[in-house]
Structures are given as structure tokens and as C-alpha cells.
Nanobody
């Protein structure tokens, strides 16, 4: 059984930083693709950053230069370092394993926690102005 668990969310002021972690079990992050998504109320999940099995990464235009995805294969964990946070980054952040099925998109919106990937429960990030 594949399980994905996020951690590291919280509340920060604008300009601050947070690091989200996503640990998978039953799935090897080194040989699969992983994505970080976020959801604001009333919206689908927006792909924020992702990495495929070959190490290619993508970031949404809205976070490019501020968010960095990294991977620790020994810990089977991916991270999302979020710097220069803005109030518009406030959202529930989800991690998904087997997110792209081999083809990393340049952008994506999809229903959160759909049955085509393995999703965590989400972690809230709140950025105050």
C-alpha cells in the first residue's frame, strides 16, 4: 500500500519561509514522479512544483524563483522550500506520488486527491500580510 504524508505547514508573515516535507512509503521517490499541488477554497489543485523519475523539475510561473523542490532518496522524501512567501500562497498544499505518469506538465490543474495518483492528506500554509 502506498502512503504519502506531508508535514511542515504553518502560519508565517509575508516574506517568510517554510519548508514542506513529503515522505512516501510503498513507493520509491527516486524512480517515480512527485508533485506538489495547492488548493484554495473553491478551486481545483494547482501544480506548484514537480519532479519526474529522471530528475527533471518544473515550477509554476507564480512560484518560480521563490519555491525550490528537492529530493532526499535516502529518506524517500521530497521537500518544497518556500521563500519570500506572499499572502496569495495561502492554500492547502498536497503532495502526490505517481503524479504525472512519466510526462511532467508545464502546468496543471486537476481535482485534488483524484484516484489517478497517491495523495497525502494536505498541510495548511497561511501567509499573513
Amino acid at each position: 500500500e502506498v502512503q504519502v504524508e506531508e508535514s511542515g505547514g504553518g502560519s508565517v508573515e509575508a516574506g517568510g519561509s517554510l519548508r514542506l516535507s513529503c515522505t512516501a512509503s510503498g513507493f520509491t521517490v527516486e524512480t517515480g514522479d512527485m508533485g506538489w499541488y495547492r488548493q484554495t477554497p473553491g478551486s481545483d489543485c494547482e501544480l506548484v512544483s514537480g519532479i519526474d523519475k529522471d530528475g527533471r523539475t518544473m515550477s509554476a510561473a507564480s512560484v518560480k524563483g521563490r519555491f525550490t523542490l528537492s529530493q532526499d532518496n535516502a529518506k524517500n522524501t521530497v521537500y518544497l522550500q518556500m521563500n519570500s512567501l506572499k499572502p496569495e500562497d495561502t492554500a492547502v498544499y498536497y503532495c502526490a506520488a505517481e503524479a504525472f505518469h512519466g510526462v511532467i506538465p508545464s502546468s496543471e490543474r486537476r481535482p485534488c486527491r483524484d484516484p489517478f495518483s497517491y495523495w497525502g492528506q494536505g498541510t495548511q500554509v497561511t501567509v499573513s500580510s
